[in-house]
């Protein structure tokens, strides 16, 4: 059967009623900051879509408790930073310690997200420079620490699946509730792929303007294939009318 090409569509037959989130403005890279809308208008219905995705990953699992999350896309540019960042922020409303991890060790942007400085960061706990503890900072948001990515590696695939890696979450463990990592695209690097096996959930983000169905459906595929536990996907940019959406599906 010919696989259908093109943008992203809506599923028609999903567990999780689609959650709609308006567009938010795009800042770029090198800015300050980018848009924490969960952050800056926690009342908005946006911010309360991002609580309801929240609901659903922490009711994802019957029998395990979500301790920690992967986020990643099928490609760049289509928001997986965006959706993590905010994700950590509406955890750490509900009172979680929260351990947000810029894990996108190649571009990396939880520094401008959080105006903060990116002299040290995860490289140094990997490279047993630094003590989790010692790298990770607290946000202005209660409850929301960070770890930047810290200098850029030659090696970061062999650093996130190296032995100090999973040593450094279960240590995370012990000082936070969830752990969020942000990590750079599935397709274009293997970095995503051998994190998400040490990790509670994942979740994609594709754009529906821009991912192909087919390169979503092989994000999906790499993710099953280091046995990641897939918890949903979030499409955004998704058109009705004249506004953008955000949806969020469960399994």
């Known amino acids: 059967m010919e696989k259908q090409q093109g943008p992203v569509q809506r599923k028609q037959h999903t567990e999780v009623k689609p959650l709609v989130l308006k567009k938010t403005k795009k800042t770029a890279p090198g800015s300050a900051q980018r848009n924490l809308i969960a952050k800056t208008n926690p009342k908005s219905p946006i911010s309360e879509q991002y609580r309801t995705i929240r609901t659903n990953i922490l009711f994802s699992s019957v029998d395990q408790a979500i301790r920690s999350l992967l986020v990643t896309s099928a490609g760049p540019g ?8 905010n994700l950590a922020v509406v955890f750490a409303q509900q009172k979680k310690k929260v351990l947000l991890v810029d894990a996108d060790m190649r571009k990396p942007t939880a520094h401008y997200t959080f105006n903060r400085m990116n002299n040290f960061g995860l490289t140094n706990v990997l490279t047993k420079q630094m003590e989790l503890s010692e790298a990770a900072g607290q946000t202005e948001i209660d ?22 890696m999973a040593e450094c979450l279960e240590e995370a463990y012990t000082q936070f509730d969830i752990v969020i990592f942000d990590t750079p695209p599935i397709l274009a690097v293997t970095d ?31 993710l099953q294939s280091v046995n990641a536990k897939p918890l949903g996907v979030v499409l955004n940019n998704r058109k009705q009318s004249d506004s953008n959406y955000y949806y969020y599906y469960g399994k």
């Open 78 to 85: 289509e928001g997986k930073s965006t959706t993590a960042s």
């Open 192 to 222: 995503a792929q051998v994190l998400a096996n040490q990790c509670d959930g994942s979740v994609l983000v594709v754009n529906s303007g821009k991912t192909e169905i087919d390169a979503a459906l092989k994000a999906k595929e790499l």
């Open 143 to 164: 409850f929301l620490h960070v770890l930047t990515s810290g200098p850029i590696p030659p090696n970061p695939a062999e650093l996130l699946s190296s032995e100090a």
